[in-house]
């Protein structure tokens, strides 16, 4: 919570909750946001993280893990939302390589799973762009953005043996050039 005030104005960018059912845009959507994930967190069924872009020295957004099984040896990543300013300046990849380093290397994880709305064309090419393989889509799954009809979810993971023999390097060549 103590971050509100530092992601309150990335909040309210227009368009930036199109694709999520829950809403943190504005003072009291942001709170509640903030305090369903660190509740969830209480529990061990999400695992929040802040970004911070230590370049412009700001904070720039979210992103979070959740649905962790240490049985199955997965989790999910996702929940992200990144500021207009800090898009497309590299900072993604930069999160994405520490939180599949922890993911894989830390907690020893198998798989990591992704989803996005069909039409949230942007976040899925930003997957891809960091490693992740797209492998399949639910049909019908959510309402659609304009409460009309339903839409897709195209799922995509990246796993532990990508990781260590590709991926990891690959993504590390793009934070260093």
């Known amino acids: 919570m103590e971050h509100v005030n530092a992601l309150l104005e990335i909040s309210k960018e227009k368009n930036l909750w199109t694709y999520f059912l829950e809403k943190g845009n504005g003072l009291d959507n942001l709170k509640g946001y903030i305090l369903a994930t660190t509740t969830n967190r209480k529990f061990n069924k999400e695992y929040p993280f802040i970004i911070y872009d230590k370049l412009k020295e700001q904070y720039a957004g979210t992103t979070r893990f959740y649905e962790y099984s240490n049985e199955l040896k997965t989790i999910k990543l996702g929940h992200t ?18 939180l599949f380093q922890f993911a894989f290397e830390t907690l020893n994880l198998e798989r990591i799973g992704f ?12 997957m891809k762009k960091v490693g992740c393989k797209e492998e399949g889509v639910l049909r019908n799954f959510l309402p659609a953005i304009h409460k ?16 260590l023999q590709k991926t990891k390097f690959e993504l590390h060549k793009k934070l260093t050039n």
């Open 115 to 126: 989803g996005a709305h069909s039409e949230n064309t942007i976040s899925i090419a930003a």
């Open 81 to 98: 939302w990144i500021g207009q300013n800090f898009r497309g300046t590299g900072l993604n990849n930069h999160c994405k390589y520490l």
């Open 148 to 163: 009309k009809g339903r839409a897709d979810i195209v799922l995509l993971s990246i796993l532990k043996n990508e990781w």
